[in-house]
Nanobody, 124 residues
Framework: HVQLVESGGGLVQPGESLRLSCVAS????????MGWFRQAPGKEREGVAA????????PSADSVKGRFSISRDNARNTVYLQMNSLKPEDTAMYYC??????????????????WGQGTQVTVS
């Protein structure tokens, strides 16, 4: 039973930072690509950042380059999304996702089989 649990969301002002965490269980975490996605009301789900099983490949969306970074701690089965210089347009529900075993380190939602319940980020 694969489970992904996100945390770290909240309400912040523009320019501030947040760090999201996603703890995984139920599968061999270190074999998985992990991704962060977001979805704002009325918009499609958008890939934000992803990370390969070993952590060496980390694609990200153009809209967050230079502001967001993804990392993982395989000892803790946890993936992080550090979000700096937050903008109102970053407001969305943020989801963690896993692709097991890792096939493509991508930002397309269809590449991921497992999803968390999401954590809300509001920048206002």
């Amino acid at each position: 039973h694969v489970q992904l649990v996100e945390s770290g969301g909240g309400l912040v002002q523009p320019g501030e930072s947040l760090r999201l965490s996603c703890v995984a269980s139920g599968y061999t975490y270190r074999r998985a690509c992990m991704g962060w996605f977001r979805q704002a009301p009325g918009k499609e789900r958008e890939g934000v950042a992803a990370i390969s099983a070993g952590g060496g490949i980390t694609p990200s969306a153009d809209s967050v380059k230079g502001r967001f970074s993804i990392s993982r701690d395989n000892a803790r089965n946890t993936v992080y999304l550090q979000m700096n210089s937050l903008k109102p347009e970053d407001t969305a529900m943020y989801y963690c996702a896993a692709d097991v075993p890792c096939a493509v380190v991508g930002l397309a939602a269809y590449e991921y089989e497992y999803w968390g319940q999401g954590t809300q980020v509001t920048v206002s």
